[in-house]
Each structure stands twice: as structure tokens, then as C-alpha cells.
């Protein structure tokens, strides 16, 4: 293979490389993606049912009929998705936030990646042509730019990886935290009464079953709902709007250090 051969060798190698890096780069975000709003989508449907579950069983343990009580369940759930809804859409703006940013180094990765392998083909042709080293010098200065250039958007394409699991994490333990009832869920309460006590609560939900039920169960999640909507989804909703900040920041000092 002589020297202009190896030059377009070089050249159809570049191509395939780009191809190949690029359809890589496209599935791996697509599969990221997939995972973290298939795992939204079930800690959504998970929340609601352990709702619907405390309310049925609180209903069930005051004497209720569904006829009684579905009407306030199917309220109570639609207030605790929209607080859902706030949440997610938090972190979802967080989460494609990083992946803007990997998009973008991803990118900018692919333009130097074919920068330097150009460069370095240009470079050929110069040494093939019999030109002394000082002629090219530049493209030699040109090759160690790009690469450092290289390097800077692989370090923030790791520090992306890292990010979207980060925010998986937090995302979890604060949809825990936020979302998860605290209090004794109604059925362990059941679980744990004795015969009498058991007789007694039944002599009581003849007389006034649903006000028991009004008080103990359908208030514990008013009052949550009102705690969410007034204070708790707001702040967290804020520490993410934060974390958003504080990684595009980061990210900045990255690109111009």
C-alpha cells in the first residue's frame, strides 16, 4: 500500500469511526432514558396503590362499604398524583439537564475526535511530501490542542455518568422521604389488636364508624396533602432547581479550566 493509499485508508477509517461512535453514543442515552422514566412511572403506580391500600383497610377496619368512602379516596389520590406530578417533573428537568450536557460533550467529543484524526492526516501528507518538520509545526500544535480539548469533554461525559446516577439516587430516597406514609399504615394497625380490642373497635364503628374513619384515616393524608402543597414539595422542588445549578456550574468550570 503506498503513502496516498494509507492517507485514504486513514480517511475511510475516520468515517466508519464517527458512524460507529455516534449510533453507540444515541443508544446508550436512549437506554438511560428508558430506565429512569420506566422507574418514575413505577414508584407513581407503587405510591398510589400503598394509598389506596391504607384507605380500603382503614375503611374495611371502621365498617365501611366502598360505597362510603371511594368517592374520598379517588379525591385523596388525585391531590397526592398531582403532588407526584410537581415532583417528577423536578426531576425530569434535572435529569434531561444532564443529558443536554452529555448530549453536547458527546458531540463536541465526535467534532475533536475528527479533528485531530484530520490533523493527523494532514500531517501524513506533509511527511509524504518530503516537507521538513518546521513546515508542519503547527498542525503538531493544532493535534495537542485538540486532544486536551478531547480529554476535557470525556472528563464531563464521566462526571455526566456520575450525575444521572446521583439524581437516580436522590430521586429515590427523596420520593421516600416525601411520599411514603410515615405512619403505621392502617393494616399493620389491625394486625396488631387483640380479640377484645378487636370487639370493642366493632361495638364502636356501629355507632359512629365513619367519623372514626373521617378522623383517623382520611385526615392523616388531608394533613399530609397540606403539608406538601404548602411547604414539603416546594422545598424539594427548590433543592433540585439548585442541584441543577450547582452541576451547570461545575460543568462551566470544567470547560474553562
Do not use: W
Not at 16 to 21: F, H
Not at 26 to 52: C, G, H, K, P, Y
Not at 236 to 241: C, E, F, H, Q
Amino acid at each position: 500500500m503506498n503513502g496516498l493509499e494509507q492517507v485514504e485508508a486513514e480517511n475511510q477509517k475516520i468515517a466508519s469511526d464517527m458512524i460507529q461512535l455516534a449510533g453507540t453514543e444515541d443508544s446508550r442515552i436512549s437506554v438511560i432514558t428508558a430506565i429512569f422514566v420506566r422507574l418514575n412511572n413505577e414508584m407513581r403506580l407503587e405510591n398510589v396503590q400503598e394509598i389506596r391500600r391504607d384507605i380500603s383497610y382503614g375503611a374495611k377496619d371502621y365498617g365501611l362499604l366502598p360505597e362510603k368512602y371511594v368517592n374520598s379516596m379517588d379525591s385523596i389520590v388525585r391531590s397526592y398524583v398531582q403532588e407526584i406530578n410537581k415532583f417528577m417533573k423536578a426531576y425530569n428537568d434535572e435529569f434531561m439537564n444532564i443529558q443536554n450536557v452529555l448530549k453536547s460533550a458527546e458531540e463536541r467529543q465526535k467534532y475533536y475526535f475528527y479533528k485531530i484524526r484530520e490533523t493527523i492526516v494532514m500531517r501524513d501528507i506533509c511527511e509524504l511530501a518530503g516537507k521538513n518538520p518546521e513546515d508542519y509545526k503547527e498542525l503538531d500544535a493544532q493535534i495537542k490542542s485538540y486532544r486536551k480539548k478531547l480529554a476535557t469533554y470525556e472528563k464531563i461525559i464521566v462526571r455526566c455518568d456520575k450525575e444521572f446516577e446521583d439524581c437516580k439516587i436522590r430521586r429515590d430516597q427523596d420520593f421516600k422521604d416525601l411520599f411514603e406514609l410515615k405512619q403505621e399504615n392502617a393494616l399493620a394497625v389491625i394486625q396488631k389488636r387483640n380479640v377484645i380490642t378487636m370487639l370493642i373497635n366493632k361495638i364502636k364503628n356501629r355507632l359512629n364508624g365513619y367519623e372514626r374513619f373521617s378522623k383517623y384515616v382520611l385526615q392523616k393524608h388531608a394533613g399530609k396533602l397540606n403539608r406538601m402543597r404548602t411547604e414539603t414539595t416546594g422545598e424539594y422542588v427548590t433543592k433540585i432547581k439548585k442541584n441543577i445549578l450547582s452541576f451547570d456550574s461545575e460543568i462551566e468550570g470544567m470547560l474553562n479550566a
